[in-house]
């Protein structure tokens, strides 16, 4: 429906490629969060999270 607003997003792929998709959903968690932040930026990794709201 909307793809077109996520076209360039890797979706899938062949399995030559070493790629994964992350995501995070129900968050942020106080300890575990800022831990996984830290992670994912000193390996230059991109990850998507999926907040929670009110």
């Known amino acids: 429906m909307l793809s077109f607003l996520f076209e360039n997003v890797f979706k899938h792929g062949t399995r030559r490629e070493k790629k994964i998709s992350l995501t995070f959903d129900d968050g942020p ?10 992670v994912l930026k000193s390996l230059e990794v991109k990850a998507t999270f999926f907040m929670v709201g009110t």
């Not at 968690?29 to 830290?38: R, V």
């Open 29 to 38: 968690h106080p300890q575990c969060t800022p831990e996984i932040l830290e």
